[in-house]
């Protein structure tokens, strides 16, 4: 199968005055982090799609990168895809990956050569597996790509796609579970409408929904015991997109009574484009008992489109950082690059480089929280800010034991509040920046 | 107490050719359409705030509207403000009204005077009504304005500031049912973050979860059985605010046991500045069972803040008035105006002006919606294209009789799908604009 | 040759209450309006890369539509596509095309090969345009799509892209003159930069300026006597654009003393994309002497990339109309679709039925438009409230007669300014709103 | 005169590892950074308006900050102002300020009584300044806050509204002159439109260009040789405000001529607004040769309106800073901090704690700045990408020696590009990131 990556070395940690552009300056998988390894804290996975098929194609100019891996025979090139992502992960360092269907595999002539393809390429993944130690994060089936999804997969008008789109997913499915894959996950870029001229949306929800019971009952019955995944983004390629966002996803789950069985997996860029920052949307998650699983890129705020930039903004990922720490960390998810390498970043070494850049920024943002967490001057700000939750009135109110009536009475009695305190932004920004400069 | 708009006539139906600044072009009150009078479908309030407190103020300029009524004194002005409210109100035909407590009354030396000044205030407000026969759409209490509000109301991290406006809420609840409203509005303008560096999320939303709880309890007591709305809006004054669009409102009505008391009222320019259109939101509401009551203006799509533009789109209003229909008009709710005529637009003439140009705007988007629905093309249109869901396969997946491994069977059996039609957006907008032409 | 559009009739005006499809309710060719016939005013020109190439790939899924015309072969599909083209602007009544080097023939194997197929075509073009009267708007090279340009064109870091891209222009430019072309047009979409980090501004500018000295240049050698446009868009497919608005694009034209050859292409799109509505991008151009020409589309404003959706906003394509007639009309340009018909719109007939609707659209724009004219209400309100630059005062400002010693003089005399006139914003709504349902 | 800031001691330079919220970690005065002081490469500047006067107030609530300096009378207050200012500038060690006319001193009842006001202000600051060698950075005349200039000053459909400016504007620049500024800033927030309906844009900008070239000819007479600024501002209070940006006021001045004395400040914040990053807007600036002053602050991509908080996004501001370096520094501008504590960071403590974040960021910037071009590698990258420009070809070009025959013949001859060489954007980002964490 020869090396695909020629001019990528082996990556190591070199520390923070190393110049070799091959190495980790920050990213040192053995280090200790709150009680964890950095590598299993950050549980970083290489994308299928991008790391391996993306080519710098955009709207207004071809392939500017070489990802045809020495054949042009769709089935070899995805078995070369294979060899050649998991030498990516060997000397990246990365333990996990993630898929979708069809970059895996190529569509077939019918849906049964693309069933046909996909097993076969899994069992050349699982090989790989096997050798490597590599593992799968999570799976899921590309519902968008075709043009028989154009009116989406399963909120088309069309009762076929609908058919279509439930046997593709079984067999991503399928697939995932072979692959020891302990998450699916739902992004839905075809699920939504260009006009509402022409769509009725509730009926469009109500048979999502129903398409959602078909994959738990499904993933039941095959031993499916992982998380399902919604990834919210709220517009592109669809006008807008039912999973606009983290709260308009729980919405629907809670509609549905879906909660029980799916989390979200939060993407960067996706947040950004729906008006949120990252942390933002991390938060909901967490907060509503959600939080899954996490798509690691940037975008441009200045830009409206899904950039899917490879994370090197330090606050973004220190402020995800703290967020996930909060939430205790990950389980089933971790961190996958879906992120795809400049236009102009044209080269394989790119390639790697863009992944370095990639991991070292959440290595960063992993040692800065960690910093804050211990420095203890934010926390203890915040936690004084809502001291008076833990007074007696606070107790009551949170105990469920006031009305208005009673609050009423003691407003009444205090007079005008005089207990606020300043929020202290500025100060706590300066002492954020601070950390961040201090050396890690 | 003599009168106010000196300069502004009884506005009349005049037709679409009359060429009176003060005439309704389109607006003509007793035409039947759809089965009810055009009064009884849009149901327009007059906003108590911007059209007897506003002035023009923005951030970098001072007043240029003169809503002095002639006098300086607060209560007196109070008093005046309402004599010159029923007298506009009279003049252009508008029916129903919304207050805040504050724009109502001023707010006192203490919570005491305050609550007697807003009840002094409520009782000349009950004469008018009981002289006029207007009618009281909604109240809500202004929970932003004042200073002790900076860090949030029912959010606040200061439980005194919690009971203050439990204190406040309560008065003008009270005020709200003595004057008749079946609807009470929270918008929450301070509840949300400037930077999660200094916030806890969760117990905020918790608490306010419990502030609409107690709420719920202290109307049942006092007789309210009208409808409590959220409204939400995404953000300004609050870098983000918890009521996010609709979607979020309702996830949190729902985590929080509050869907079946609660419904929303929309926003066209809240809509916007959440990257939804007005329609969207309209649609989010209706098929949640959420639709409750419209704040009628717009935005515009190139300003990044709520400019509250009397409504004058007439595609927004056709669209707007086509979901409200659909949803099966208003119950307790109608076409608010929470807009404000332009800065520049200084005088008490435009005050009408404006107002005559957002109802014949809402008018004629009745009657193109009327004409829409009449015209039947896109009815018809979208009926054919869900057809497939009345096919015995479509009602066996609405039935819930499949599984994943039943549609795959059919799909593998079908082959490819060669059953998509065209969505034909372009030649929906297209008949949608020559109804919009073709005369009303 | 046969019949390539097969489904689409010769599309003929059939009157406001046609509920024929294939018919124009409001562009009625010979129908004259302000002095010339509506064909004259609306130069529509079809878009040969839209209407003949494009096939509904998008960033997230591949075509829908099929644009082969029965071939495989480069070539032979590039003449298939001349007449094809021809047959469809004969079907639509359409006179004028617009083109971009690669999508009337396909690129070599080498430049040479390139410049020969591209000659070949011509031929072809030539040989219709000759049996059809149809003519050529403007004519422009593709210097974005090829990887080569990947850094820019004229404003690439590497000299040899420079040259490349000389030779195209140069070949671009024999095909336009060859054709009877009156324009030429610079749209830039990688004259621009992905992060400053890496990029040298002031070079690259001054690299454009000398490319565009060389193109005035072989114009003039070659017979050229037209318009050079420059195409203003902000950004994408690069992060941000040199030619970002029409004001940015006057700056760098001003600055390299090129104003006297160069005019601007303003898209309505591109106009939205850069926070401006389409009519502030044409009343720049047309203050600063440069209006040009006009790539009739529309965007999305809630969305943040170029959607190139046909025109079917009656506001803007009437307020467009208004700022076309205000600059004395078209001369050298027109109005090219630079819209495609939505993904999911995926049939032949469906090309036709957008066009349709885009003409009906700027049909309407300049009936509206003649009618507000013909109205004077709006027109005569603006005269009135200049009409103090019309006093003795407001002339020797004018004339330069004043300084601020004269003026601080009589402004201490005047006392507080006393003379403001509102200015009816929400008024002259309502009658733009009235005029426009009235009827046409 | 007493102390007005009471709680905020002498702010020094502590170093990094300093806990105490009011010193300075990384701003150290006298430390040499690229061969001047820190204080002479920042020359950071107070900015009278948003330190001294704002309070908090916005468009949904009131003050929350007493700036009232213990007095409510109008021209004590300012006189309290000139003593607090001086008091702070001199606990900070700032060296500069900015004001604006009606800041510094009340507005009378009429223009006579408004010009002694701010004469008899002028002369206590001059007073203080004598004392303490605080010096003035630049003047302006706040020509939007009055409704007097609703429809804009210079750019007024009314005679008299541009007289009164012109008288403003005149006092102002005597002002500006007496306390030995050297810089003279224009401001359009009124300068624009809210709707083109009423508009005649291009008489607007002949008159405006009218009033800069009094003002030219006004400095000359009074001795005045310092720069004039625009401040490019997108939008906000107007809606399209016709110094959209940095390129747009540079065409507006090469169009009027007056390039020769006037040049841009820079303002973060509404760099981001008209979709620029503040980067941008300096580089246009600079390659322009129009490079003048800042208005330090940072807005919130996410937002839509001028937040105008203190700048603690580091990568602004070194990349900042970097440009400004290029530019050759600052001659007669400066850093001015046009920034606003935010209104729940509602104390006198706030106002210090904030500038020393925004100080200590832009001390920062500076010093990474310093680090990024010691190290060479981002810069030595720059250079070799544009290595080509340096060959024979490149300097023939350069030198206007070619032509698009001559480029054909040479791009004929080369066949296709092999020569371009990856942007490298992500290994540049890491290269930054690993500068920025690395210690000052």
Redesign the interface.
């Known amino acids: 199968m020869g090396e695909y990556f020629k001019n990528v070395p082996v990556v190591k940690y070199e520390g ?2 190393s ?1 070799n ?1 091959f190495s980790y ?2 990213y040192d998988k053995d280090r200790i982090v709150r009680g964890k390894t950095m590598g299993e804290q950050l549980k970083f996975a290489m994308a299928w799609w991008h790391t391996l098929c993306a080519n ?1 194609v ?7 990168q070489d990802k045809s891996f020495g054949t042009s025979d769709a089935m070899d090139l995805a078995k070369a895809k294979v060899y050649a992502g998991f030498e990516f992960m060997e000397k990246l360092g990365i333990d996990y990956f993630c898929f979708h269907d069809r970059d895996l595999a190529p569509e077939g002539r ?3 050569e693309s069933n046909e393809n996909l097993a076969k390429i899994v069992d050349v993944v699982a090989e790989q597996q096997k050798l490597s130690g590599k593992k799968l994060l999570w799976g899921t089936a590309n519902l ?8 989406g997969a399963s909120t088309s ?8 789109a ?2 593709q ?3 991503a ?1 399928d697939a995932t579970v072979k692959l020891g894959g302990h998450a699916y996950v739902f992004w839905g ?2 699920e939504g409408y ?10 469009e ?3 999502m929904a ?1 398409f959602f ?3 738990i ?2 993933g039941n019955k095959i031993g499916f015991d992982g998380d399902f995944y919604i990834e919210p983004k ?4 669809t ?2 997109q039912y999973d ?2 983290a ?2 996803a ?3 789950l ?2 549905y009574d879906l909660l029980d069985r799916f989390k979200l997996n939060i993407e960067a860029n996706h947040a ?6 990252f ?2 949307e991390l ?2 998650a ?3 008992g959600a939080f899954g699983s996490v798509d690691a890129n940037q975008g ?7 950039t899917d930039q ?1 994370p ?4 973004s990922t220190t ?1 995800a950082m703290l967020e996930i720490l909060k939430a205790g960390g990950f389980t089933n998810g971790g961190l996958n690059f879906d992120s795809k ?7 394989l ?2 390639t790697a ?2 992944h ?3 991991m ?2 959440f290595a ?1 943002g992993l040692l ?1 929280a960690d910093k804050i967490i211990e420095d203890g ?2 926390g203890d ?2 936690d004084k ?2 001291a ?2 833990n ?1 007696d ?2 107790k009551s ?2 105990a ?1 034991n ?4 009673s ?2 009475a ?3 009695k ?4 005089t ?12 002492i ?3 950390i ?5």
Request: overall charge negative.
């Open positions: 923070p005055k110049t552009p300056k920050f710098g955009d709207m207004f100019g071809s392939a500017t019918t849906l049964e968008f790509g075709n043009p028989r999804y154009m009116h008008p069309n009762v076929d796609v609908y058919a279509y439930a046997a997913v079984k067999a499915m870029g075809r260009e006009t509402l001229l022409n769509t009725d949306m509730g009926l929800l109500d048979n129903r019971k078909m994959a009952a499904y709220p517009k592109e390629p006008k807008n606009f966002d709260a308009t729980l919405n629907f809670r509609k950004t484009l729906a008006g949120h920052t942390q933002h938060a909901v967490r907060i509503n441009d705020e200045l830009l409206g489109w899904d490879f090197t903004q330090l606050y402020l390498q400049r236009r102009g970043s044209f080269t070494e790119d480089l863009a370095i850049a990639g070292d920024s960063l800065i001057r934010i700000f915040v800010r809502y008076s939750w007074s009135l606070g109110i949170i469920g006031e009305s208005f009536e609050l009423s003691i407003a009444l205090n007079g005008e509040v207990t606020n305190i300043s929020g202290r932004q500025e100060l706590l920004e300066n954020f920046n601070q961040l400069v201090s050396g890690v």
